[in-house]
């Protein structure tokens, strides 16, 4: 859980790389362009954001595999949710292999073909992957929230992911409606979208580092010949009285009559169904 908690830290800052667009002298506009258009294949520092795309996604798809190994016996719920956050990754991952063909901020060609119908821009497998990501990144940001606010101790990390959902929703939204009534300025709510994302799986990487801490501590101090279910003590009762044998143990024999025993009998306490 601390390689997927680390990779997934990594991830985070992979995921919102487009502030690189000020290192690597790009001209295209913050609030005209949309995130996606840095990787254009001619815009300056290309490689580096599909580079920064494809490590975004690959190592949420292993987040979401440590959250999921996190929870015993998840619930229908958690495993949904990561399968929403492993989606959102191999999505991400998808926008670095087949970035935007042109930069419609930038071209007015391209902006003309971008503007012309939905089932154009449908048709770019770009648009489709970048659609998925998204949608399934609101899910897991939903779905991780509703599971956190039912354990204790989780109540402000389940609302921050929840509102993060809700709030990447809307945007997702609200930059649907721009695009469908020519508005230039979309690259506003899709960076604040990129962004929210990246900051809710960094708290999830955070949670998950904190939580495989104590465990391995745990694990390293509890002797190996001791861990197994919890046990009670169980009092034997005195045998009648009477001739008995005596033990030997080492040079020494026990009594015959001795107090009574306290041994130990197994029982398991009830399982927690989550853990998370």
Known sequence: MTVAAGVGLLASVAYSSFPLQWVVGSRLSVIRSYVSELSVAGQPGAVVFRVGDTIGGVGLVVLAAGLAAS??????????????LAVTGLG??????WPMPCAPSADPVCRALDRSTLSSQLAQPHTLTGLLEFT???VA??????????LPGHHCLGLFTLVVGLVVGALGLGEIAMVLADARVVGVPERAQVLLVSLFCGALSLHLLRRSRPSAAAGAEEPVGRRGPVREPVVMPRESAGPRPLAATGSR???ADRPPQVGWASARGPQRVLRC
């Open 71 to 84: 929870c015993v016996r998840g619930s229908r719920r958690a495993v949904a949710a990561a399968i929403a």
């Open 92 to 97: 991400s991952a998808a926008d670095g292999v």
């Open 136 to 138: 399934a990144a609101v």
């Open 141 to 150: 940001a939903v779905l991780f929230g509703a599971v956190l606010l039912r």
């Open 253 to 255: 024999s026990a009594p």
